[in-house]
T-cell receptor, first 116, second 115 residues
Framework: GAGVSQSPRYKVAKRGQDVALRCDPISGHVSLFWYQQALGQGPEFLTYFQNEAQLDKSGLPSDRFFAERPEGSVSTLKIQRTQQEDSAVYLC??????????????FGEGSWLTVV | AQSVTQLDSHVSVSEGTPVLLRCNYS??????LFWYVQHPNKGLQLLLK??????LVKGINGFEAEFKKSETSFHLTKPSAHMSDAAEYFC?????????????FGTGTKLQVIP
């Protein structure tokens, strides 16, 4: 597609519910990133994929968070047993060439998660 | 380890006056630096980037930024603010780490433009 696409755009979950957030990166982009942006804050790194390999998951806040990219394109971020502190915008981003600091990273519009 | 400090959380300017959004960075290596803009309920859009070529970088919508290694700064400027510039701006540092592009965001500066 023309840009990074995320779904759902908005999700309201009851506390304890599991949620799955989908990201469709730009076609052919090798690198895929997930970020969490709390209200009034800058995006915080969650995890990074290079093709299907998850090379860095150091930013995942707990073992309730899980991400996958099984075929090296679409990625899913799953949050189990959601808590109120999980309420945030989850941003997906992709870039073409891994390992190059000057690569432009393209962001989706985000999935807004509210846990009630 | 890399980090970014955006010195002002809020900046307010009158329409038609200059804009200055300040950013300082810390990086172990030769970083690349970016400015992104985020309008309400929208995704992040790239304004401009520095990748070790010209130190004065021109971006979209009349914005530019100057990389100053001696001051570890990458401030964003625009000669004349427009109402449509009201948004949140993020300074971003990127370096190669562990074989991939490690990207760190600043905490953001909210720009208000007064008519």
């Amino acid at each position: 597609g023309a840009g990074v696409s995320q779904s759902p755009r908005y999700k309201v979950a009851k506390r304890g519910q599991d949620v799955a957030l989908r990201c469709d990166p730009i076609s052919g982009h090798v690198s895929l990133f997930w970020y969490q942006q709390a209200l009034g804050q800058g995006p915080e790194f969650l995890t990074y994929f290079q093709n299907e390999a998850q090379l860095d998951k150091s930013g995942l806040p707990s073992d309730r968070f899980f991400a996958e990219r099984p075929e090296g394109s679409v990625s899913t971020l799953k949050i189990q047993r959601t808590q109120q502190e999980d309420s945030a915008v989850y941003l997906c981003a992709s870039s073409l060439i891994p390992g190059t600091p000057g690569n432009t990273i393209y962001f989706g519009e985000g999935s807004w998660l509210t846990v009630v | 380890a890399q980090s970014v400090t955006q010195l002002d959380s809020h900046v307010s300017v009158s329409e038609g006056t200059p804009v200055l959004l300040r950013c300082n960075y810390s990086s172990s290596y030769s970083p690349s630096l970016f400015w992104y803009v985020q309008h309400p309920n929208k995704g992040l859009q790239l304004l401009l980037k520095y990748t070790s070529a010209a130190t004065l970088v021109k971006g979209i919508n009349g914005f530019e930024a100057e990389f100053k290694k001696s001051e570890t700064s990458f401030h964003l400027t625009k000669p004349s603010a427009h109402m449509s510039d009201a948004a949140e701006y993020f300074c971003v540092v990127s370096e190669r780490s562990g074989g991939y592009q490690k990207v760190t965001f600043g905490t953001g500066t909210k720009l208000q433009v007064i008519p």
